[in-house]
């Protein structure tokens, strides 16, 4: 399992979130890079939308990413909130999460599962920090 030290601040509660996500846990995995029904969400934070390897996105959500947006914070709790709304002709079922505070609680579970880039050298220095320590 991937938990990060050095993982994105967001104000909620974890473990209340882990409850939360035991709903979206049916089709999405946070423990693996292994796509379910849906796409895997580690390191969500960070990527875009529409590109994990091996999933079959709709074209909504294949656009979404080409138009520039990441998966932040703000784009997270807007997508969770309304995910046909926010990113209309998407495939995902779930009509959403309507209290912020549950939305504010799974964005705290999930940045456990999302490493935060260097500030310098982004992730790649971070992997070839690792490398380094294993020689």
Not at 108 to 121: H, I, K, N, T, V
Request: charged share 25%; aromatic share 8%; proline share 4%.
């Amino acid at each position: 399992m991937l938990v990060s030290t050095s993982a994105y601040a967001i104000d909620g509660d974890p473990e209340a979130g882990e409850q939360v996500f035991r709903t979206c846990a049916t089709c999405h995995n946070v423990e693996a890079e292994q796509n379910k029904v849906g796409p895997h969400l580690v390191n969500v934070f960070g990527r875009t939308p529409g590109t994990v390897e091996g999933f079959r996105y709709s074209r909504a959500m294949t656009q979404f990413g080409e138009e520039g947006n990441v998966w932040d914070e703000e784009t997270l709790s807007a997508y969770l909130a309304d995910p046909r709304g926010y990113v209309r002709g998407n495939r995902m079922a779930f009509v959403g999460l309507k209290s912020e505070e549950e939305i504010q609680n799974v964005l705290a579970y999930l940045a456990q599962f999302s490493e935060m880039p260097d500030a310098e050298g982004g992730e790649e220095a971070a992997e070839g920090e690792e490398a380094s320590a294993d020689e």
